[in-house]
């Protein structure tokens, strides 16, 4: 199969290519705004996820399961594990007949569980309508340097939840995913240019083209580049794992004060690179430091349970994990960030607390989601709460 045909748009109503979310007066919210709920998927692949993906499971249902105390959950599963999946998922409480909480067990294919990459990129229009964009999927970098391939399913993935949803659907060529954005709910987006500035994703968009399409599709006016992302990052370094705003003219960075280690630089630099930048606003940024874990590295039983079928995807015993705390998922009342049973993780919670004041901060013990590549941000995609502006 071609890469194009391995790429191409499923067969969903959507609105013309010419008609973007910022002319149809739709911008993606801060992740700090009231949820509808929030998206995850089924960890099943077993050259990603070790011994057959049972503790991956067991980690997901965990996350999704405290996610649920806050607000609804919708888990999509695939034929053969949607039993074994409803059965470690709560169900939830009937309210006068409506599904008010707990995790929705939806049916559907996909090639991973990275929903943060592969699910819609949800928008609101402050006329109560939700949106979402389909941008497209290539894998991480395409047939030669991508994580996995066929990515068919998941390219389908953002498609099949709009239409769940009945929400309006944007496709849009870039191709990127959503753990290379985030935003400020007020125009500004901020990214690496390692990910979005490479051939691997986007041969011959320049960086103007690039900032039109994420301004057309996010409702944004300012884009923020970041240079690397965290080292050892296997999607090439996407700001999920460096840096996330936690308020208006506030970002949490991912930060490292030992010169030997490879992140110092990068943490450094890209500090540099806010501290000189103004938001959509006009507002200078306040760069608010996270320190990193205490280094994490894979164990020998750890590498010997991945089946070693995907050239991409073996790793060794010794490898470095790409640990981050930004790599948190903001909900309604809380903050569920990762815990990787380390010192740092006491120092982390006391960052985030301060940060979000009004907000429970949940840590989960996150190593089997760390294993396969990413953490919580990385396996959750958030939807908006579509209301009146
Ligand atoms: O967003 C991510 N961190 C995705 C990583 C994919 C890793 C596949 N094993």
């Not at 901060?361 to 590549?373: A, T």
Request: net charge negative; hydrophobic share 45%.
């Amino acid at each position: 199969m071609s890469a194009a045909a391995l790429a191409a748009a499923p067969a969903v109503p959507c609105d013309a290519p010419a008609i973007t979310p910022r002319a149809a007066g739709f911008h993606m919210p801060a992740e700090w705004e009231p949820q509808a709920g929030c998206w995850m998927a089924w960890p099943e692949r077993t050259d990603t996820w070790r011994e057959g993906a049972k503790p991956a499971q067991a980690a997901f249902a965990a996350l999704a399961n405290t996610i649920a105390r806050y607000q609804p959950v919708t888990m999509l599963v695939s034929q053969r594990q949607w039993a074994n999946a409803a059965r470690q998922l709560d169900a939830g409480q009937l309210d006068a007949g409506q599904l008010r909480t707990g995790v929705r067990v939806v049916e559907m294919s996909t090639d991973d569980a990275w929903l943060r990459d592969t699910g819609a990129t949800f928008v609101i229009d402050g006329q109560g309508a939700l949106g979402g964009v389909d941008w497209r999927f290539n894998s991480w970098g395409g047939l030669d340097e991508g994580i996995y391939a066929p990515w068919d399913a998941d390219d389908a993935v953002a498609a099949k939840m709009l239409e769940l949803e009945r929400a309006r659907r944007f496709r849009c060529d870039l191709v990127t995913e959503g753990g290379a954005l985030h935003v400020d709910g007020e125009g500004t987006v901020i990214t690496t240019e390692a990910c979005l500035i490479n051939p691997n994703r986007n041969p011959g968009l320049g960086r103007a083209a690039i900032e039109r399409l994420l301004g057309d599709y996010l409702g944004a006016e300012r884009v923020i580049w970041l240079g690397q992302g965290v080292p050892d990052d296997i999607t090439g370094g996407h700001v999920d794992n460096l840096a996330c705003f936690v308020a208006p003219g506030v970002v949490l960075l991912a930060w490292c004060d030992d010169p030997a280690d490879p992140h110092h630089a990068v943490s450094r630099e890209a500090e540099a690179r806010l501290l000189a930048a103004r938001d959509a606003r006009g507002r200078p940024i306040r760069v608010e430091r996270m320190p990193m874990p205490t280094p994490l590295y894979l164990t020998v039983e750890e590498a010997d349970g991945i089946d070693r079928t995907n050239p991409r995807l073996i790793a060794s015993a010794g490898d470095r994990l790409a640990a981050s705390y930004v790599n948190f998922l903001i909900v309604n009342g809380a903050v569920i960030a990762p815990a990787f049973g380390v010192p740092t993780d006491d120092v982390a919670r006391a960052i985030l607390q301060r940060l979000f004041p009004d907000r429970a901060i949940v840590m989960l013990p996150s190593r089997e989601i760390l294993l396969g590549g990413g953490n919580i941000h990385c396996v959750t995609q958030q939807q908006p709460a579509a209301r009146r502006g």
